[in-house]
C-alpha cells in the first residue's frame, strides 16, 4: 500500500533559512510545485545565458503537510524518495528524522514513530547541491567535479509506503529485500533468492512464486519463518528456462515474495529475473549465452533541456526508443546510479548495461587519497547501486569510476591526489556484494601521450588498468589529442600490453553543431574548444572511428559519447553554451544528427536512407557533394528531378561530389529499394545569388 507525494509540495530557494523559519513561513513565501522538481536549468542553444538558465547550487527547501488521520492504521509508513541531489536532510513536525548523502539513489526514513495519526503534519525536506568545496556541507559527496552539473532538489519521486509491523525490510540501503540470483546448469534453472526480514514472528511463512511472462506459475516454495528471522534463503527449481537474450529476446520472469501469516499476506515484493548466462574474453569480447555477441552503444546522461533532471516516465522511454532505433545494443549508465525506470527499460529492451557509480576525476580536494568521510560516502553509494538494481538481467558490470585519473594528469591535482587506494576498495566491496558480476573502471589517459611528449614532459600517470576486472578506455584521437587514425593502432599496443584483461572503449566522440556547416569535415581543422563544430566534422570523425572499432574483435565493447547533448557548466563551445554537444541527438531530443543515421545505417536492419547536410539549407557555392547514409547496396540521386545516378554505398556511405547547384531553390532526392519497397529522403537547398 502506497499514498503518492507528487502533489502539495512547497519550494523556496533560501541559504538562510533554518528548519525553524522554514517550518514558520507563511504559505505566501513559497512557491507550489509537484515532483518530480527541480529548480535548476542549464544548457541554451546561443551565445550566452538568458533568463532561461538557472545555475544556482544551494540550499532549497520542501515543505508538504500530511493528514495523518487519512493514513492507513496498524501500519508502519515509511517514506521513499528516488533521489534528491545531492545532500538531503528531513524533518517531521520539527524533528529531524534523517539525512541523506549522494544524488542518485533512492533512500528512505522510517516516520511513524513522528507522525501524529490524528492531525496534520509538516514535512520538511533540505535539499543542498552546493558545490563540494573545502568547507561546505557537500565537500565529502562525490561526485566532486564533472563534465556534468548536479541539478539540486527531490527531481525523482517519492511516496509513503505503509506496511504491516512484519514486513520484507526496507532499511536495506534503499534495496528491494528481496536478491535473486538466476543460474543454468545442464541447461536447469535455479534461483537462488534471499529475503531481508522485519518484525518476522513465529508462524509467518515466506512464500516465492516465479511467474513467466504470461503470468503463469512456474515455480513455487514457501519457508516457516521463526521469531524474530531477519534473512531467510529460498531455492526455486525451473525446468528449462526460457533466456534473457538481449536485444533477440529480452525475457523476463517476475518473481513475487510474500510475507504471509495464517489467514492473509502482510506484505508482497516483486522483483524481475532474467536467466542468462555472460562472459568477457580478452581476445575475443563479450559472449551471452554462450554466443559471441559484439556490443556497440552509447552512454546517457539523465538531463533534458527546460526539465533538467525531473524527467517523467515518458521521457525515459522516448530516450530509449530513440537508443533502439538506432540499433544499439548496449548502453553505459554515464556517470551515476540512473531512474529505477531506466533500469527496467534496459530489461525489457535486452539492452546489456555498465551501471556506474559517480566516483569522478578525483578523490579530494585537499591532494589526499580522500578523507574518511568521502570514502565511507562513495562505498556508501556503491553499495547502494548494487542492492538497488542488483535483480535487473540487464546490468552485467558495476563501473567503480571514471577518469578519475584526470586531474591528476592535467596537473590540477597533484600526484598524492592518488586514486588508486578508493579503487582497489570499491572493487573488493563490489565483489563482497556481487561476486556474479565483474568490475569495471573508465580511464581517461593512459598511454595517449605516448610518441608524442619527450619523455621527461609526459605528465604523471597512475595506472588504473588491473584495479577491476574489466577496463574501459575514454578515447578522443582526432577530438583532445593527435590524428583519428592513432585510435586502432593505439588501442592494439593496449591489448598487447595487457593480454589478459578485456578491454574497451568506453568513451568517444566528436562535437557536433545544428547550425555550423563546412562542406568537406575531413579537410577542417577542428578545435575542440572552439565556437566552430560544424555537423559534418562530426559526421566525419563518427565514419572514421567506427570502423576502426569494428575490426577489432578483442574490444568487448564500444559506447559512442553520447547519445544526447547535455548540460555542463565548463561547456561554451559550438553554437550553445552550457552544453556539451556531442551528443548524436539535441538536448530537447528534437533532432537527430546526421551521424545518428550514419550509425543507424550500420546497425539496425530497419531501412535507412538519409541525406546529409540537410540543415546547410543556404549555400554560397555552387559546387557541392552530396552524401547519403543507407544499409541499401546503392541509391538513385536525383537533383531538381534531373537523375544523378545510381550511387554504390561503400561502409554505407554514399556520395557524390562536384554536384553544381542552380541557383534559388534546389531539391535534392534519394530513393533505395528494400523488399520491393521504396525509400526516399529529399532535403531542400537554396543558393544564395
Known amino acids: 500500500m502506497t499514498t503518492d507525494l507528487a502533489e502539495g509540495w512547497q519550494f523556496r530557494f533560501d541559504d538562510g ?81 534523517g539525512c541523506h548523502a549522494g544524488a542518485f539513489s533512492r533512500f ?41 552539473f548536479i541539478h539540486g532538489g527531490i527531481y525523482r519521486p517519492a511516496r509513503l509506503l505503509h506496511v504491516a509491523p512484519s514486513h520484507i525490510a526496507l532499511d536495506d540501503h534503499g534495496g528491494p529485500g528481496v536478491y535473486a540470483t538466476p543460474m543454468i546448469e545442464n541447461g536447469l534453472g535455479k534461483l537462488a533468492v534471499r529475503v531481508k526480514l522485519s518484525g518476522a514472528i513465529d508462524g509467518q511463512s515466506l512464500v516465492a512464486i516465479l511467474r513467466d511472462a504470461t503470468g503463469r506459475t512456474v515455480s513455487e516454495v514457501t519457508t516457516p519463518l521463526i521469531e524474530q528471522q531477519d534473512e531467510a534463503a529460498l531455492t526455486l527449481d525451473v525446468a528449462a528456462p526460457r533466456r534473457w537474450n538481449g536485444r533477440a529476446d529480452p525475457y523476463l520472469y517476475r518473481l513475487e515474495t510474500r510475507l504471509s501469516d495464517i489467514a492473509t499476506t502482510l506484505d508482497s515484493v516483486t522483483v524481475p529475473v532474467g536467466f542468462r548466462e555472460f562472459r568477457v574474453d580478452p581476445n575475443t569480447g563479450f559472449y551471452l549465452n554462450g554466443k559471441s555477441l559484439p556490443l556497440h552503444g ?19 522511454e522516448r530516450d530509449m526508443a530513440l537508443i533502439a532505433e538506432m540499433g544499439a545494443n548496449t548502453v553505459r549508465f554515464a556517470h551515476y546510479q540512473h531512474a529505477q525506470d531506466w533500469f527496467d527499460l534496459a530489461d525489457r529492451y535486452g539492452m546489456i548495461v555498465w551501471a556506474e557509480l559517480p566516483f569522478v576525476n578525483r578523490p579530494s580536494n585537499d591532494g589526499s587519497t580522500g578523507a574518511p568521510e568521502l570514502v565511507a560516502n562513495a562505498k556508501a553509494q556503491m553499495v547502494e547501486l548494487i542492492r ?76 588504473l588498468t588491473g584495479l577491476a576486472d574489466l577496463m574501459g578506455y575514454n578515447r578522443y584521437f582526432g577530438w583532445y589529442y593527435r590524428g583519428i587514425a592513432d585510435l586502432g593502432p593505439h588501442l592494439d599496443r593496449l591489448h598487447a600490453r595487457y593480454p589478459g584483461i578485456p578491454i574497451s572503449v568506453s568513451e568517444y566522440g566528436a562535437g557536433g553543431a545544428l547550425s555550423q556547416h563546412v562542406e568537406d569535415g575531413a579537410a577542417h581543422k577542428i578545435a575542440h574548444a572552439s ?54 541527438v539535441t538536448y530537447d531530443r528534437k ?21 546529409n547536410s540537410r540543415r546547410w539549407t543556404t549555400r554560397t557555392e555552387p559546387l557541392t557533394r552530396i552524401k547519403v547514409y543507407s544499409n541499401a ?43 520491393g519497397k521504396d525509400v526516399t529522403d529529399a532535403v531542400d537547398w537554396i543558393l544564395a545569388p
Not at 515543505?63 to 541531489?85: N, S
Not at 535539499?127 to 557537500?138: L, M, R
Not at 552509447?298 to 526539465?307: A, I, M, N, P
Not at 566491496?429 to 621527461?456: F, N, Q, W
Request: hydrophobic share 35%.
Open 17 to 97: 533559512l533554518t528548519s525553524e523559519t522554514a517550518t514558520a513561513l507563511p504559505d505566501g513565501e513559497w512557491q507550489v510545485v509537484a515532483l518530480p522538481h527541480t529548480w535548476n536549468r542549464l544548457g541554451e542553444y546561443r551565445i550566452g545565458r538568458t533568463a532561461a538558465t538557472d545555475n544556482r547550487q544551494g540550499t532549497g527547501w520542501y515543505r508538504l503537510r500530511l493528514d495523518g488521520a487519512r493514513l492507513p492504521p496498524g501500519r508502519r509508513h515509511v517514506i521513499e524518495f528516488d533521489a534528491v541531489g545531492n545532500l538531503a536532510d528531513l524533518w517531521v513536525n520539527g524533528r529531524h528524522v
Open 108 to 148: 528512505r526514513f522510517d516516520l511513524t514513530d513522528v507522525l501524529d495519526l490524528s492531525a496534520p503534519n509538516i514535512l520538511l525536506l533540505r535539499a543542498d547541491n552546493s558545490k563540494p568545496e573545502p568547507g561546505s556541507a557537500t565537500q565529502h559527496i562525490i561526485p566532486l567535479d564533472g563534465d556534468f
Open 298 to 316: 552509447v552512454s546517457r546522461h539523465q538531463d533534458y533541456l527546460g526539465k533538467g533532471w525531473a524527467l517523467a516516465t515518458a521521457d525515459h
Open 388 to 463: 538497488q538494481n542488483y535483480n535487473h538481467p540487464s546490468v552485467v558490470t558495476w563501473g567503480i569510476g571514471n577518469e578519475v585519473d584526470l586531474d591528476m594528469v592535467t596537473g590540477r591535482a597533484p600526484q598524492s591526489a592518488d586514486a588508486r587506494p578508493l579503487l582497489r576498495e570499491l572493487h573488493a566491496l563490489s565483489k563482497a556484494e556481487d561476486p556474479s558480476r565483474p568490475t569495471v573502471i573508465a580511464d581517461c589517459c593512459e598511454a595517449t601521450h605516448e610518441g608524442v611528449a619527450p619523455a621527461g614532459e609526459r605528465p604523471h600517470q597512475p595506472v
Open 531 to 584: 565556437r566552430m563544430h560544424p555537423e559534418e566534422f562530426q559526421s566525419w570523425y563518427h565514419e572514421q572511428s567506427w570502423p576502426q572499432l569494428r575490426d577489432r574483435p578483442y574490444l568487448w565493447a564500444n559506447w559512442i559519447w553520447n547519445m544526447f547533448d547535455f548540460s555542463s557548466k565548463i561547456r561554451q563551445e559550438g553554437d550553445a553554451t552550457d552544453i556539451n554537444d556531442k551528443g548524436l
Open 591 to 611: 533532432v537527430k544528427k546526421d551521424a545518428f543515421f550514419y550509425y543507424k545505417a550500420r546497425w539496425s536492419a530497419e531501412p535507412v536512407v538519409h541525406i
Open 633 to 675: 547496396p546503392s541509391v538513385t540521386v536525383t537533383l531538381n528531378g534531373q537523375p544523378l545516378g545510381t550511387i554504390a554505398c561503400a561502409e554505407r556511405i554514399c556520395e557524390i561530389r562536384d554536384v553544381r547547384l542552380v541557383p534559388g531553390a534546389n531539391r535534392v532526392t534519394a530513393r533505395a529499394t528494400f523488399g
